[in-house]
């Protein structure tokens, strides 16, 4: 089996899609690049379905699940008009923009994605460390140990991993960062699914957690948030995705001296 661009092997088999569904990606997908611009009126949805050879049923599901996205608005009597995605869509089309109409994943996204979670999960861990109750420190630990006793159990260490980040950011204690966290978990399942070996090894993963639980415990929001930094990067490197510059603080690799240099004084002495 060859490898695709992340040097990772794609699985043979994907989760069921039904005919809607992938209708309504390739219409998203369609808006999304220009096809069909903002203001403009789709062909009708008998148009659509000899276009895109599906039955009428079809075509009007696909239409609802994208009126639902906001990315049109259907007019009884006058047609389907495309909206302006960037003013009335939101995180909701993560989840399509993940992947091309091939299915392969689009890179140029998932940098951005990445990057996005990246700093949002500096910020949740930071809040956990302080925030985060005698129970919720017992339910990370629990979950912690589990793990330790999984190791090759791929499908149980899946959802371990979304428990745990999921219990981090209930500790955050901020309830939009536990929505946004939602939809990024998704798109982590989704990203995990198209792959047969896990983004990162069992040992790296492992590790992140068992320093984190300590910072947790310690109450260290500070390592907390340079341990993110350094999964993030080894999450980057994995995928072959290079960081761009933030503009607030460009992150490179653990041993790159302007890395380092970006550091607050007080973490350097900790590396």
């Known amino acids: 089996m060859s ?4 040097g990772l092997y794609p699985k043979n088999s994907r989760a069921p899609i039904t005919r809607a569904r992938e209708l309504a990606g390739k219409l998203t997908r369609g808006i999304l690049e220009g096809i069909y611009p ?14 895109f050879g599906s039955t009428r049923t079809t075509v009007r599901e696909a239409l609802k699940r994208l009126e ?3 990315l049109v608005r259907i007019l009884q009597g006058s047609g389907i008009y495309v909206e302006d995605f960037q003013l009335t869509s939101g995180i909701e089309l993560f989840d399509v923009l993940l992947t091309t109409e091939d299915g392969s994943v689009n890179l140029k996204f998932l940098r951005d994605v990445l990057e996005f979670r990246g700093h949002m999960v500096r910020i949740i861990v930071r809040l956990a460390a302080i925030r985060r109750t005698p129970e919720e420190l017992a339910a ?9 006793q999984r190791p090759g159990d791929i499908e149980r ?9 999921r219990a981090i950011a209930e500790a955050a204690h901020n309830q939009v960062y ?5 939809t990024m978990g998704r798109i982590y399942v989704k990203l995990r699914g198209l792959y047969d070996t896990p983004l990162l ?4 993963t492992q590790a992140l957690f068992e320093r984190l639980l300590e910072a947790f415990e310690q109450q260290d929001d500070a390592m907390a948030e340079l341990l993110v930094i350094r999964y993030m990067d080894a999450l980057r490197k994995t995928l072959g995705i290079e960081e761009k510059t933030t503009g607030i603080m460009e992150l490179g690799a653990a041993g790159d001296p302007a890395w380092r240099a970006n550091l607050p004084e007080t973490l350097k002495e900790r590396l």
Do not use: C, W, Y
């Not at 536990?178 to 939602?182: A, E, I, K, Q, S």
């Not at 090894?201 to 790296?204: A, E, P």
């Open 178 to 182: 536990r929505l946004v966290f939602n």
């Open 140 to 148: 990370i630990r629990e979950m912690v140990h589990k793990r330790r």
């Open 201 to 204: 090894g069992f040992d790296q």
């Open 157 to 165: 260490l899946d959802e371990l991993n979304l428990g745990l980040f």
């Open 68 to 70: 639902a996205l906001g």
């Open 38 to 51: 903002s203001g403009s009126r789709l062909p009708t949805e008998r148009e659509l379905a000899e276009s």
């Open 3 to 6: 490898q695709n661009r992340l």
